[in-house]
């Protein structure tokens, strides 16, 4: 096999946090994030929230899909499937690397990597975003986002975001 | 000099002259010239050769319709490729040469194989070079076609910027109905972009003299402020190069000379196509002379650009519209004279230098010949969105129809030719209110080639292909559009076809004595004119091209010099140490065997199934049954497709009643997800199961080897290690430094081994007390190398390694649940298939060597003798085992089972050697030490 | 009357303004019976007619085409010629393909510029290398052209491919057919239905056919715009339309189509000359004659007839292809199209009886109609001559699906999907 350490750059380089012109790129840590599943889910967690909405707190909730939802910085909940309940829960705090991304030209970076607008509502968090399948939601304010990454393309996700940036600031004069 | 720059009047700043070169030799031009407009200001008309018959070319336009001015133009040492001339915008210090023609444009070595003309029709390499056979004429036919040479050198940073944005309204075109539309729509509050291709937006305006009594530019002025202070946006140099599906808009926004372009990718609600019109050539005799050009791209060189290109002009028309150009020229200080061509045969007379044109007869001296045949609209992206074109016959022309979904056209692009109505059509269009009804006063006496006209009369002036070569198509029956484009290439060199089109298919449309709507139009293809690759390719390169997935402990893998490998789509610890690394996985595979070794197994999946029917699905989606594996114990199993194939293997730990985990091969994760989301709803019930892929909380070590129980037990883990608590194929749940873990006695190296695994956060602390541990008696970290051998000495398969898309898991030797499981599972049926029965099935088998000799190559295949060779099977796993101290290798062979102790001819890259089949495990085959 | 063409007559021809020459092929009117009808007047259709009148001396034939001849898939692909493949049923029928565009030019009096310049295959790791080894061993065992070539050799094959270190898929190898090539579409199409028209088989351009002719049980013929046509054996040779032909007599075709694109670029002077595919980055490249660059990709994946195909996958290919040789990304694309491509669920063709008597079937070519046009034909016809398979064709029975016998490329590669 081939030895590639020199090819790619050393993982949690590329998390730091940088600026640019007009956005502010950082990790964030969670203190827990767990999936939920229920047929039933979006009826019961009805403040579970998709995109454009602005959530707020330091607890929510994200509708991924009709049976399932994120539960961010909730309380403690055993992970398995709960028969009283009647839903699956499992803890996948250390599987998502939540990153932020804040300022004027929040959205205008991000659109140089998926279709996304204020005007474009969807009852999910889930995208693509760069390629990768990412959970994005507006955070508190309305220039600010929030996206989830799986974690073993978080340094990728990082870069693709950082070069992208690049390209959106370089001039085409 | 033929043309010159007048000394007034264009867009141009006269205040900055700019500097370049064409085919070496040096001309100054001034900012806001194309390389077009500033070679003629220099007198310098011929800027390029025809491709077939190297005739020698000038412009015929001023901006994307012109066929023949394409150069290599370098800039701060990069040369591009095949610019066009005409909407190349000059810049300081650009080197222009001319393409496939040797030394200059001006004179061509090649320019002697126009006499061959004859025997160079359209077609001819069809009729002839079979003999001996075409390898021997095609590298001189190759080195003679083709534009511009290309550049050896990667340009850097050539890297598109790509965007997507929306908006409620997009206007293509920004000349006078353009902006009049958009300004419009603006006003009624609607969010708006407007799209023009030039730097200056205006279009054909500033040909014309008021505009609503207005000069041109001060017009364009007003209407530009007016949409830019409405909140709309004026998007210059953007093209948009093509409509896909559900209006999805491709724009390529251009920069300064070398800048890749930008790509938006826009979705608009409504779509304005204001793209305007091309002034048609007309064909005649010699007509593809320098100094034969467009009347309104004659217009544009002087409007635009200040220049005049030529002192003595004979204008051809058919159509109302050529008056008012005429006279603007003459004002300018050409002498013109207009002539009238519809009546008669004409001839261009000259060579390089145009002397003059004949018609009917009279000879009329002109150094320049202007012609307008019409108007035709550029309906590209309107076809490219799926809309209809009408013929209209008043305009001979190709007019939209029937509009696709959110689309409308105006102005010159809807085949209205008088402004002043185009303006008022586009206003109401802009604002969505009525349309009004206006007779058109534009008049135009039909004017087509005449098929059997004397001399030659060219159609498409790029690919030099004329009356006689459409003639010749309809004689030979290649009368279809498509056939007539393919067969004489008219309309496919790098204009596709702008000028060229509508004269191919009435020359068509005359030979066959059929009306031109019959004739029918070739497909409009995007892009609409030509766009770097960069423009799509993004910055999707390098490590961001199907980037590889991270590991939680790869800094503690550096830190140990691991050489990381790509495997799998993880970039993980191929071995660890520097240099060869023979040596380092022959010590990896000894330390496991006699000590152990400590191995990141953390890409394995943890696909978690949940709910009341947790234990059916996972029944149904597994070939074993699983239905009967009690909580805390581990099974392995086999996950096929429908077809009845192993599709990954793994282990399937029952953590409760309603809660099971899928240890999944680690390229398989995502796979295996989505499979398994599938057959979920389908065939069970989905509000009784989940699936939560729970791969990336967790990081997983692997301690294997004699004394891997000796390693765990020195970390508190809180779980009772000992064999009769914690038997093989079990899993216990503890706690590591406060935090869960989950231990499974689970080994793919045959050796007693513990598969730990605990969420990212306290991977590092598990990884290094581990390691602190394992390194008191003399244990390591081994890599994925080594693991591969290991699990070979064992005989256990890699799925798509050792297993193909043929293998059943009946091959494999487990043969139980294909019998007697009774449970419905995925793939049962096609078990049974006829090819699922069949007696001569490739099996898994073990592979020896003779002694002494070399180990056998993976790929290699096992060939039954005879006079023809047959592939029996192959070898799919093949290495020099450290543990055995010989070469060991397995395979898959036709009835495997039966031949164990046969001796076999092994075949690979044409030499053969001898190998005996062997049962499929070399090492342990009781298992001891898996149950220590 | 076949008029020859050659250097000669050309020669002779351009004295006379080119005058002389008479067409390719006739437009007939239908008759109102034939011995074989074809339906499909692509490559495939029109090899077949021409070996019916060849190999087995039926010329009462009719090819029916609803468009203009080679106006499908055989005028929208990306040209290319090979028999790499994996199973000895694939290497037989594309070798025998190979084969007969070998002699094609000069058997048909018609150049259809067969450049068997190459066709390469990269591989890019350890496992790469050994699936290929074992790709080249299944070749030169069944009797075609292969070689294994380590990274230098390739090199010297394809200097502009990315060597940089930067790439993203460093090169440790390639398969090699040195056999395989390209060959200009148009002209396959044309040259065999001249050859097949000058033999007496009338070709019907502009004439859908709108259902068949069933009597008890048997199809006697078809109903056209043109009225009805009668025949002793009716083919199918129709693409990615056999599915909404079939379903017409209530035959179930396990196939989908798909859009699948093909683009070209500016022409060039000569910078690459054999045919390479890297499998990772999923684009292929090739130069034509012409100088343009033609590259290919993977499909469009939403079953669609539009023959148009979106950004997204354009972007995928050329981002494919620039990683592959990344000095391309100055160049230009010039026109992108796309056809309507029949998938089998095995990727492998399907041929021989339908099930109901008298109507046979030639499609499920999927990406990979063109290489075999001679083949498909040759196989096809013998098919329609004789009423049941020829050996090479068996393989490709419908039945395979029922016995599971299929002929999965993929699944040989190693690919369970």
């Known amino acids: ?173 | 000099m033929t043309s010159y720059r007048i000394d007034h009047g264009g867009l141009i700043d006269r205040t900055r002259p700019l500097v370049f070169t064409f085919d070496g030799r040096s001309y100054t031009g001034f900012d806001g010239d194309t390389l077009a407009s500033a070679l003629l200001a220099n007198g310098v008309r011929i800027m390029g050769r025809s491709f077939k018959y190297h005739r020698p070319r000038g412009p015929w336009s001023a901006w994307v319709d012109d066929p023949n001015a394409i150069m290599n133009v370098k800039l701060n040492g990069r040369e591009f490729p095949n610019c066009a001339a005409t909407t190349t915008y000059l810049e300081d210090g650009m080197a222009a040469r001319s393409v496939n023609a040797f030394p200059s444009a001006q004179f061509d070595v090649k320019g002697g194989l126009d006499l061959m003309h004859r025997w160079l029709t359209a077609g001819f390499y069809y009729k002839t070079f079979m003999w001996p056979n075409w390898h021997l004429f095609e590298p001189v036919i190759r080195k003679m076609a083709g534009l511009g040479e290309i550049s050896r050198d990667v340009f850097e940073d050539y890297v598109s910027d790509q965007v997507h944005d929306c908006c409620d309204t997009l206007v293509i075109g920004g000349g006078g109905t353009g902006l009049a539309a958009a300004r419009e729509a603006v006003e009624t509050g609607e969010n708006v972009i407007l799209v023009d291709d030039q730097k200056t937006v205006g279009g054909g305006l500033f040909r014309t003299g008021l505009i609503e009594g207005q000069a041109a530019a001060d017009w364009v002025e007003a209407q530009v402020a007016a949409i830019e202070s409405g909140g709309g946006r004026v998007m210059r140099a953007t093209t948009a190069f093509g409509i896909h599906d559900h209006k999805l808009v491709g724009l390529a926004e251009h920069g300064k000379f070398g800048c890749p372009p930008r790509l938006w990718r826009l979705r608009p609600g409504r779509i304005i196509l204001a793209s305007g019109a091309l002034d048609r050539p007309i064909t005649f005799a010699n007509n593809d002379r320098p100094g034969v050009m467009s009347l309104d791209g004659a217009c544009e060189f002087l409007a635009r650009y200040g220049v005049l290109v030529g002192r003595n002009i004979a204008t051809l028309s058919n159509n109302s519209g050529a008056e008012s150009s005429a006279r603007t020229l003459e004002q300018a200080g050409a002498n013109v004279v207009t002539l009238d061509p519809t009546a008669g045969h004409a001839c261009a007379i000259g060579g390089k230098r145009l002397r003059g044109v004949e018609l009917n007869g009279a000879f009329h001296y002109a150094d320049t010949i202007l012609c307008s045949g019409g108007q035709t609209p550029l309906v590209h992206l309107w076809r490219h969105a799926g809309g209809k074109l009408d013929w209209n016959d008043d305009l001979q022309a190709f007019v939209p129809g029937k509009a696709p979904e959110g689309m409308i056209a105006v102005g010159s692009a809807n085949g209205f030719f008088d402004l002043q109505h185009a303006l008022d059509d586009a206003r109401a269009v802009g604002a969505d209110t009525a349309r009004p009804n206006k007779k058109s006063s534009y008049k135009l006496t039909p004017l087509w080639p005449k098929p059997g006209s004397k001399g030659r009369q060219w159609i498409d002036f790029q690919h030099d292909v004329t009356i006689k070569d459409v003639e010749l198509a309809a004689r030979e029956n290649y009368v279809s559009v498509e056939h007539l484009k393919r067969y004489t290439t008219l309309g496919m060199a790098s204009d596709q076809g702008k000028t060229s089109n509508m004269s191919g298919l009435a020359a068509m449309a005359a030979v066959l004595d059929r009306p031109i709507p019959e004739v029918g139009t070739t497909t409009f293809r995007p892009p609409f004119v030509p766009q770097p690759l960069a423009l799509y390719a993004g910055q999707r390169k390098a490590t961001l091209f199907s980037p590889l997935k991270r590991l939680k402990l790869e800094p503690e893998h550096r830190a140990a010099d691991a050489a990381l490998v790509e495997y799998g789509g993880w970039l993980r610890p191929g071995w660890f140490g520097s240099g060869d690394p023979t040596e380092h996985i022959f010590n990896e595979v000894q330390l496991v065997r006699e000590t152990a070794g400590i191995f990141d197994a953390s890409p394995l999946g943890k696909i978690e199934i949940l709910g009341p029917d947790a234990e059916a699905f996972v029944n149904f989606a597994f070939y074993n049954t699983i239905a009967t594996l009690k909580p805390g114990h581990v099974r392995y199993g086999f996950l096929l497709n429908e077809r009845g194939i192993v599709m990954d293997d793994g282990v399937v730990a029952r953590l409760g009643d309603n809660r099971f985990v899928i240890s999944c091969s680690s390229g398989h994760v995502d796979h295996v997800r989505d499979h398994l989301e599938v057959w979920r709803q389908d065939c069970n019930d989905p509000e009784r199961i989940f699936v939560h892929d729970t791969t990336q909380h967790w990081s997983t070590v692997t301690v294997t080897g004699p004394r891997a129980r000796d390693i765990l037990e020195k970390i508190d883990t809180r779980i009772e290690l000992a064999a009769d608590a914690f038997p093989h194929m079990t899993v216990r749940e503890g706690t590591f430094d406060g935090a869960p873990i989950r231990v499974a006695r689970v080994s793919f190296t045959g050796e007693l081994s513990f598969e730990v695994s605990i969420r990212n956060t306290y991977a590092t602390a598990l990884w290094n007390a581990l390691l602190k541990s394992g390194a008191s008696i003399g244990a390591g970290p081994v890599g994925s190398e080594a693991m591969m051998i290991l699990r070979a000495e064992k005989g256990y398969i890699i799925v798509g390694k050792d297993t193909d898309g043929l293998t059943m898991p009946h091959d494999l030797g487990f043969t139980v649940p294909r019998l007697k499981k009774k449970a419905a599972f995925i793939g049962d049926r096609s078990l049974h298939m006829q090819v699922g029965n069949e007696t001569d099935r490739r099996a898994l088998v073990g592979l020896e060597v003779d002694t002494g000799s070399a180990m056998l190559s993976t790929g290699a295949h096992i060939v039954a003798d005879g006079s023809k060779p047959r592939t029996l099977g192959y070898v799919t796993s093949s290495y020099d085992s450290p543990t055995l101290k010989r070469p060991i290798a397995l395979g898959l062979l036709e009835q495997g089972a039966e031949r164990i102790g046969e001796k076999i001819t092994v075949w690979h890259l044409g030499k053969t050697v001898t190998a005996t089949v062997c049962p499929p495990c070399f090492y342990d085959p009781e298992g001891v030490h898996l149950d220590a | 009357m076949f008029q020859r063409y050659s250097a000669f007559s050309l020669f002779q021809q351009g004295l006379r303004s080119h005058r002389g020459w008479t067409s390719a092929w006739r437009t007939p009117l239908p008759k109102s019976t034939y011995d074989v009808i074809i339906i499909g007047g692509g490559g495939h259709g029109l090899a077949t007619a021409y070996y019916l009148a060849r190999n087995h001396g039926i010329t009462n034939v009719a090819v029916i085409e609803k468009n203009w001849l080679g106006g499908g898939n055989t005028g929208r692909n990306t040209t290319v010629v090979r028999s790499n493949y994996f199973y000895p049923e694939s290497v037989d029928l594309y070798e025998l393909s190979v084969k007969l565009y070998e002699k094609l030019s000069r058997d048909i009096n018609f150049n259809v510029m067969f450049s068997q310049r190459g066709m390469i295959v990269t591989a890019h790791s350890e496992p790469e290398m050994e699936m290929a080894a074992r790709q080249v061993n299944a070749m030169r065992i069944n009797g075609t052209d292969a070689e294994l070539l380590d990274e230098a050799q390739f090199r010297k094959k394809v200097p502009i491919f990315n060597f940089r270190p930067d790439a993203r898929f460093p090169v440790h190898g390639a398969i090699l057919q040195k056999r395989g090539g390209t060959a200009r579409h148009d002209a396959v199409a044309w040259a065999y239905a001249r050859a097949a028209d000058s033999a007496g088989v009338d070709i019907i351009q502009n004439c859908e056919v709108e259902d068949f002719i069933v009597e008890n049980g048997k199809c006697v013929g078809v109903n056209t715009k043109l009225g009805e046509i009668r025949a002793g054996a009716v083919g199918v040779a129709a693409a990615g339309h056999s599915s909404d032909l079939l379903q017409k007599v209530d035959i179930t075709l396990p196939l989908n189509s798909y859009t699948l694109q093909a683009f070209v670029s500016e022409p060039l002077k000569p910078v690459i000359d054999t045919v390479v595919y890297c499998p990772l980055t999923g684009a292929y490249v090739s130069q034509s004659d012409k100088g343009g660059l033609v590259i290919g990709g993977g499909l469009d994946r939403v079953p669609s007839y539009g023959q148009r195909g979106n950004l997204p996958m354009q972007e995928a290919v050329m981002s494919g292809l620039i990683e592959m040789v990344p000095l391309l990304s100055k160049v230009k694309l010039l026109r992108q199209w796309g056809g309507t491509v029949d998938v089998s669920p095995d990727s492998s063709p399907i041929l021989g009886p339908t099930g109901m008597e008298g109507l046979y079937l030639n499609c499920g070519w999927g990406t990979g109609g063109f290489k075999a046009i001679p083949a498909g034909g040759y196989l096809f016809a013998s098919i329609l001559a004789t009423g049941g398979h020829h050996d090479i064709s068996k393989p490709f029975d419908l039945g395979r699906f029922i016995t599971g016998k299929l002929i999965d490329e993929a699944a040989g590669a190693g690919i369970a999907h």
Not at chain 1, 133 to 140: L, N, P, S
């Open chain 1, 1 to 173: 096999m081939r030895d590639d350490r020199m090819k790619w750059a050393p993982a949690g380089r590329e998390l730091a946090t940088f600026e640019g012109d007009g956005f502010r790129f950082q990790c964030v840590t969670m203190q827990s994030q767990a999936l939920v599943s229920a047929s039933d889910i979006l009826t019961r967690m009805p403040d579970a929230l998709g995109w454009p909405d602005v959530i707020c707190g330091q607890s929510y909730v994200l509708s991924l899909r009709r049976d399932r939802v994120l539960v961010v910085n909730g309380p403690f909940v055993q992970d398995g499937w709960d028969s009283e309940l009647s839903q699956a829960v499992s803890d996948v705090t250390d599987a998502l690397t939540v990153f932020e991304i804040s300022g004027p030209n929040t959205l205008a970076l991000m659109r140089r990597g998926a279709e996304i607008s204020f005007e474009a509502p969807s009852r999910s968090a889930s995208r693509l975003l760069f390629g990768f399948g990412v959970f994005a939601y507006r955070y508190e304010s309305h220039d600010t986002v929030r996206v989830h990454v799986n974690h073993a393309h978080s340094d990728a996700f990082a870069q693709a975001l950082r070069q992208a940036a690049t390209r959106m600031q370089a001039t085409l004069t």
